[in-house]
């Protein structure tokens, strides 16, 4: 009895291109350790490498029109993004590439076959083991407190597909499938301030009593709930306990501080002469991650030193906060 050699051809082909799917642990997708400002104004970019499907061998070169991979995505225990220690929730959105061209709506079936998603993520004629990526990226405004944020995503994968074409372009099998896995997503948020700090003019006089007290303030935007101090270093030429502007033209000084609020209390950089929030002038408190925490000071030329020469005087003075 003779056999057409055609028809094993056939199957020997299909038996290369086979591909069997199967569901697996995902993998966790985390976005580092990111300051409350850069949430609030900047969306953060992140993926997981593997979201939980995994095909072995090579997909066809070409999906049939009736071919599916869906995976519908959703917060374990009907959360809606990442949940922090306060319970402040920073939202974000998953997308099907890294290009944010196919988002994926949380609770609906996202066919990863359409639009050649599959084709994109190198599924296609492969020769290894390829699992299905899913990229993130936070959506922007999130006023939230610092911590550890994460949520875990569950996916329900489900798919049908043809893994085999024989004479004709029969098909000779499908596979029709579907199970569950998951990954987890996290997100460090990092204290942060906005700081406003205008610069100190004293204008000019001919003896160092006629310089003018200069009255003004700094302006704070510091993350949600945190507690902090704010403290004034010495400036560049600071000696026996006072600040000095120094002459351009020369080596001679010019005292000067700066004062807490409208009072005589030296405004420094160490315990008990800094500033605490709770001490501002105008918000006073935590932080509030909107708006701004203002403290007054000023500023005066001392009057018990003898007048310099004539010259331009200058200083720098570093302003640091504490959490």
Known sequence: MKRSPWGLLGLLAAGQVQALCAVQAGAPAAFGSVTSNQVQVVSQPSSTS??????????????????????????????????????????????????????????????????????????????????????????????????????????????DYCWGIGLGAACLGRQKLSGSSSFTVSLTVTNDCLITTPNISFGGAPVVSGFATVNQSVSLSCTKGSAYTVGLNDGLYGAGGRRRMKAVNSNNYLAYDIFKSAGAVRWGSLTGARRSSSDADINPGVGTGAGSQVFNYNAKVYTDQPTPPADAYSDSVMLDVQF
């Open 50 to 159: 593997n979201a939980g499907l995994q095909c072995t061998g090579s997909l066809l070169t070409a999906l049939r029109s009736d071919d599916y991979f869906k995976g519908t995505f959703s917060g374990a225990n009907g959360s809606t993004g990442l949940v922090g220690p306060t319970g402040d929730v920073i939202g974000y959105t998953l997308f099907a590439n890294n290009s944010s061209s196919y988002p994926i709506t949380r609770g609906q079936p996202y066919d990863f076959a359409r639009n050649g998603i599959i084709d994109l993520l190198g599924l296609l004629g492969s020769i290894t083991p390829k699992s299905i990526p899913v990229y993130l990226g936070t959506i922007t405004g999130s006023n939230v407190a610092a911590g550890l944020y994460t949520e875990t995503i569950n996916v329900f994968w489900d798919w």
